[in-house]
């Protein structure tokens, strides 16, 4: 069998541009996709833009209970009919940013999962770290120089704000590419699947987030400067003392635990 061979989706709708709608449409990403997720018993997962269903059918195949949450209320009805014979699924008819992923949790840790729109994938990314406490994982597709960027070391080119907010919350982990042909309409770029798990939040080690977001951002705000440069409205010579940082480095230089270090000294 052809490994790329293209999935039928189970309905067709024109697609939204200002929603980020390109639909997965090749059945050897869609099944890397599910088995990656993999999931298992009693799991709880939540599916952000299921769309026409290209990730969300086989997954309740595998798995009979799943909740959507999808902007597009065209999109529900269809989706509602083809999901039936399948299993159990709920859908949340709302924007995304605005499901409060504690409440939808209730008490049980939640799986997310998702081809996310593009155009507000940083947003979703910041909006799930609020609720970090209550995710198990997530697996996203992204746009691959966004996972390169979410999952890139100290040196790199692309490492900045993002990597250093991700990483000190999540464990970041690029899993594959995956090419534009894969997509109905096709994405003008690559894209990427990751799988971040969050930390426990008793070992991140943050003080205060608040802080720590302040200084990252401040730090990369101005990267080819000096960190004394970059940061001096922000860390005093005592607090890079303390922290153990040299002044003299740039924010590309440092470790994800020397800006905790530089948030937390006081
Ligand atoms: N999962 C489908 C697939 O892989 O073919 C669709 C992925 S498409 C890239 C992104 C999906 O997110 C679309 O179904 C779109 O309607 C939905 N979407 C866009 N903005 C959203 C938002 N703010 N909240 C929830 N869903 C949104």
């Known amino acids: 069998m052809n490994p790329h061979s293209p999935a039928a989706p189970a309905f067709t709708a024109p697609a939204k541009k200002q929603l980020g ?45 799943l909740t959507v949450i999808e902007f597009d209320r065209d999109l529900i009805e269809p989706l509602t009919a083809a999901a039936a014979p399948l299993g159990e699924l709920t859908i949340v008819p709302r924007d995304v940013l605005r499901v409060d992923f504690t409440e939808l949790a209730a008490g049980e840790p939640i799986r997310l999962v998702g081809n996310l729109p593009y155009n507000i994938s940083s947003p979703i990314l910041f909006h799930a770290l609020e609720h970090a406490a209550v995710i198990t994982d997530m697996h996203f597709m992204l746009q691959k120089e966004v996972v390169d960027r979410m999952a890139a070391g100290p040196g ?16 970041v982990i690029s899993l594959f590419v995956v090419p534009p042909g894969a997509f109905r309409p096709p994405p003008k770029v690559d894209s990427a699947v990751v799988r971040m798990i969050p930390r426990d939040p008793a070992t991140v080690g943050i003080d205060d987030p608040r802080r720590f977001a302040d200084v990252v951002r401040a730090a990369f705000g101005q990267r080819r400067k ?29 470790e994800v635990a020397e800006f905790i270090a530089l948030a937390n000294a006081s």
């Open 21 to 65: 709608q390109h639909f997965l449409a090749d059945r050897h990403y869609i099944d890397k996709i599910v088995m990656a997720v993999n999931p298992k018993g009693d799991d709880r997962l939540v599916e952000i833009g299921p769309g026409q269903g290209a990730i969300t059918l086989p997954l309740l195949r595998q798995h009979p209970r």
């Open 156 to 171: 790199s080119k692309v490492y900045g704000r993002l990597s250093v907010m991700l990483q000190a919350y999540c464990q």
């Open 226 to 254: 000096t960190l004394r440069n970059a940061l001096n409205t922000v860390v005093s010579a005592e607090q890079f003392a303390a922290a153990g940082v040299r002044p003299d480095a740039r924010a590309e230089q440092l």
